[in-house]
């Protein structure tokens, strides 16, 4: 007996919204990572996109424990000498309030094809409209 599988392609994916505003930046990266991959799903399959699509609003108001707006740091080089660059979240936030949210988030998904193809589904808003209002989305609590 075979072992059915079923086709990415040609199975529905489902739009959900997730509301950042007071929420735990690491319970909302693993809520939104695994609805990204697809593991809420029966028919979950490491090797597939089952994965829905997930939209995140009100980015730059998520919340963060302890000290981690001061401690955790995002490091980047330029490979010119001289050009590291070592931001706090709060200093990241101040340009770009998505990035944080984004990064975490991505950073849980599968690094590879297959993570690159499942990080195209997700869209992260900084306030609390979304153009997405066509697909139905669905409220997810966190």
């Known amino acids: 007996m075979k072992t059915p599988t079923i086709n990415p392609e040609t199975f529905p994916k489902k739009w959900w919204v997730i509301d950042a505003r007071e929420t ?3 319970r909302l990266s693993s ?4 609805l990204l991959i697809g593991k809420h799903k ?9 994965g829905d699509f997930v939209i ?14 001061e401690d955790i740091r995002y490091f980047s080089h ?7 660059r070592n931001l706090t979240v709060a200093q990241v936030q101040a340009s770009r309030p998505g990035f944080p949210v984004k990064h975490a988030i991505l ?13 195209k589904k997700l869209h992260i808003y900084d306030g609390d409209q ?4 066509a697909q139905k ?3 997810i609590k966190v």
């Not at 809520?31 to 695994?34: E, I, N, P, R, S």
């Not at 029966?42 to 089952?50: I, L, N, S, V």
């Not at 950073?107 to 990080?119: D, F, V, Y």
Request: aromatic share 6%; glycine share 12%.
């Open 107 to 119: 950073g849980m998904l599968p690094h590879n094809t297959l993570g690159r193809q499942m990080a």
């Open 56 to 69: 995140v609003i009100n980015a730059e108001k998520v919340a963060l424990t302890g000290n981690k707006r």
């Open 31 to 34: 809520t939104a990572a695994k």
């Open 42 to 50: 029966k028919t979950y399959d490491p090797a597939h996109d089952h």
């Open 24 to 26: 735990v930046l690491g």
């Open 137 to 139: 989305p669905e409220l």
């Open 130 to 133: 979304h153009p997405h209002g």
């Open 78 to 84: 330029s490979q010119y000498a001289g050009g590291w």
